[in-house]
């Protein structure tokens, strides 16, 4: 096998054939001309891929390998690293897209010649594109040679779904394998900081990031004239170097190197500045750079580095110029940098801080705040007031993490505030939610800028009025709930040998016999031109909710589209649950860890379906358990054989149990909004006693 052949691991074998690692292992054991490891560890070897690929194909498990998959694989067992993969690949696919026609020529030349020729036409791309002073280096021939299939199927692959999309799809699926190395800044923060630092729509900005890690932030800034980044982490600038660059056609300038000691853009003078600093970096530079020029506002603490990171944003800002920095809540109000807080109050240098709910960014157990910075101006007046956005209350679609928040309310909620306020110095005050507040209100011994202890509180359950509706739709809800009581359960009058057992049929059976149809949720997505595809998570399904997720960014996978009469069964947790699928929600896409059953209604009632995989024996002899989680395999469950005239017998009683457990559901919700709001009232003197 040649050194340059690509390698894959089991697990890579399992996603190249849609099964399980189990099926690998089983594999590994029964055919005896199953390829041989070539590499990796004795718990963990790694296979050549064209051997894996003609395996699979010779056995009729594999029709053909989807040409991502293919090139994912190329990158993940490159010789020389995934990154290194990347950056040949970001390289490659940066001149396919700007150089197409030289692209073409080579493309004739063998491998070796391709190899050999290469490295002057990315050259000349990468300098053209990035200046001499540059993050991405030119590989080398030597280098390049065990790139050559990688970067000839990036360019294929930039032919289906181009050369942004490619690099997206390669660097997510990098990032995805490797979550504790990188921490990212998510989508919905990036783009509420780059609204709140938005200047007119027409103007093109200069932006800086000083520690940009994946370049995350700088590609939310809309239509930009140039970005700046800077990390500590060589790779990861230039793999953000070449992601700039495939986005737009900004000019780009990432250098590698620490922002604090060693500033790569010194002179400059950005329009907008963005940044996600790291968080409780007690080596930031305190010794060294004690009379440093950037400390305007007070020398940071040694414990206070967040406050060198907005010293230093504002230092490259130009007059007028807005900064955002994701900060932790203890900056609002730690003691160590309440003099530099007082300072950034008195100047105008600190607009508004924004507290965002847990679940925003990482880490995800804290509510991080936004501060909005802007550099004074000679001659422009002192603002009187700070905005003070509280959102920590927005709604979650379950437990804290990526992709768990509403973020279109959150965005409404802060630009409403915010938006009005930068234009006008003023906003209307919302109870609980957002105030601008007088500087000189916050000038006491403690400089506290945390938004909470300073608004005032909303109103109870929305004041008296709306308690009262609470408790009409309650009562109405609970006098629904007697109604959809089940009647007493009575003893099967049929002879106990007849009597309905799961002993019948598996779901397995029936989807080999064609009765139904299993198929697997995932993160992909085909999208769709009228608006953000829904997607339905696991949680939606336990809480009972309508699907609340979305598709994460990148290039369109396949997606299962949810049908009414579907059922959908999570397979983590050991829960006996099971949902049919209604016409509000069919449309959506189905999310990870969920199964969906799609039964044919000429053999199959849905609700039949349904009711009996939620039994709990059930559930039971078909769940297997881990150390840390249980999970169930959905093609175990059982059936009992019926007539579908008696499957729609027991199907209508499934269906009246789900009516009445749906009207708990809302009485519970219901009378737990009555109590707090009274409470609330009662504490607050809007209720009287």
Not at 265 to 289: K, S
Not at 387 to 409: I, K, M, N, Q
Request: charge should be neutral; glycine fraction near 10%; include cysteine.
């Amino acid at each position: 096998m040649p050194e340059s052949a690509a390698e894959v691991t089991a697990a890579g074998i399992a996603r190249l054939a849609g099964v399980g690692r189990a099926a690998v292992s089983n594999w590994r054991r029964r055919h005896a001309d199953f390829p041989r490891p070539v590499g990796g560890t004795e718990t963990s070897p790694s296979f050549a891929l064209a051997d894996v690929e003609g395996w699979l194909r010779a056995q009729g498990k594999l029709a053909e390998v989807p040409l991502r998959e293919r090139v994912w694989q190329q990158v993940a067992g490159h010789p020389g690293g995934a990154v290194t993969a990347l950056v040949h690949a970001g390289a490659v696919l940066l001149l396919v897209r700007d150089r197409s026609a030289a692209w073409l020529k080579l493309t004739a030349l063998s491998d070796e010649r391709l190899a050999e020729t290469l490295p002057g036409a990315l050259d000349e791309t990468l300098t053209r594109r990035f200046g001499a002073e540059r993050a991405v280096r030119t590989p080398t021939a030597a280098e390049l040679a065990a790139s050559v299939p990688l970067v000839r199927g990036a360019a294929d692959l930039a032919a289906e779904s181009g050369a942004r999309q490619a690099f997206e799809f390669l660097l997510g699926r990098h990032l995805d394998a490797n979550p504790r190395q990188y921490t990212l800044t998510p989508q919905g923060p990036a783009a509420l900081m780059a609204a709140l630092a938005a200047g007119p729509a027409d103007a093109r900005p200069t932006v800086l990031d000083p520690a940009s890690g994946t370049g995350t932030l700088l590609r939310a800034v809309r239509n930009p004239a140039a970005v700046h980044g800077q990390d500590t982490d060589p790779d990861l600038a230039a793999l953000t170097s070449l992601r700039l660059a495939l986005a737009s056609d900004a000019e780009v300038r990432v250098r590698a190197g620490d922002s604090l000691r060693a500033d790569a853009f010194p002179g400059l003078a950005a329009d907008v500045v963005l940044c996600h600093p790291p968080f409780n970096e007690r080596n930031w530079g305190h010794e060294e750079l004690a009379y440093d020029p950037r400390w305007e506002y007070g020398f940071p603490a040694r414990t206070e580095s967040e406050l060198a990171w907005v010293q230093h944003s504002l230092a490259r800002l130009r007059p007028g110029g807005t900064a955002v920095l994701l900060m932790p809540p203890a900056a609002a109000s730690r003691r160590s940098g309440r003099r530099i807080r007082a300072d950034l109050l008195r100047r105008g240098a600190l607009r508004a801080v924004v507290a965002l709910p847990a679940g925003a960014a990482p880490p995800y157990g804290i509510p991080l705040h936004l501060w909005v910075l802007r550099r004074p101006a000679a001659g422009v007046a002192v603002p009187p007031e700070l905005l003070l956005v509280d959102t920590t209350g927005a709604e979650h679609t379950g437990g804290a993490g990526r992709d768990r928040l509403d973020w279109p309310a959150v965005h409404s909620a802060v630009l409403d505030a915010w938006l009005p306020f930068d234009k006008h110095g003023a906003v209307a005050e919302t109870p609980g939610a957002s105030r601008a507040v007088p500087v000189i209100e916050l000038l006491d011994d403690d400089v506290d800028l945390a938004p909470a202890r300073h608004l005032p509180p909303p109103a109870a359950g929305g004041g008296a009025a709306e308690l009262a509706e609470v408790r009409e739709r309650l009562s109405a809800t609970l006098g629904r709930t007697v109604a959809l009581t089940p009647p007493p359960a009575l003893p099967s009058a049929a002879d106990p040998a007849a009597a309905v057992r799961l002993t019948g049929v598996t779901v397995g059976e029936l989807a080999r016999a064609g009765a139904l149809e299993r198929r697997a949720g995932g993160a992909g997505g085909t999208g769709g031109a009228g608006g953000p595809v829904r997607v339905l998570t696991e949680h939606d399904v336990l809480a009972a909710q309508p699907p609340s997720g979305t598709l994460p960014e990148g290039p369109a996978e396949d997606a299962v589209l949810l049908r009414a009469g579907d059922v959908v069964v999570p397979v983590l947790g050991g829960g006996s649950v099971a949902r049919v699928v209604d016409e509000a929600t069919a449309g959506a896409v189905l999310g990870r860890n969920l199964q969906l059953l799609r039964p044919d209604p000429a053999a199959l009632d849905p609700w039949f379906l349904a009711g009996f995989l939620r039994g709990t024996a059930n559930n039971r002899q078909a769940s297997s358990y881990a150390s840390t989680a249980t999970r169930l395999d959905v093609r175990r469950l059982q059936l009992p054989r019926l007539p579908l005239a008696e499957q729609r017998r027991h199907g209508e009683r499934f269906r009246a149990l789900a009516a009445f457990e749906e009207a708990l559901r809302l009485a519970g919700r219901l009378g737990e909004q009555l109590i707090q709001g009274m409470y609330d009232g009662l504490t607050d003197g809007t209720v009287a006693p």
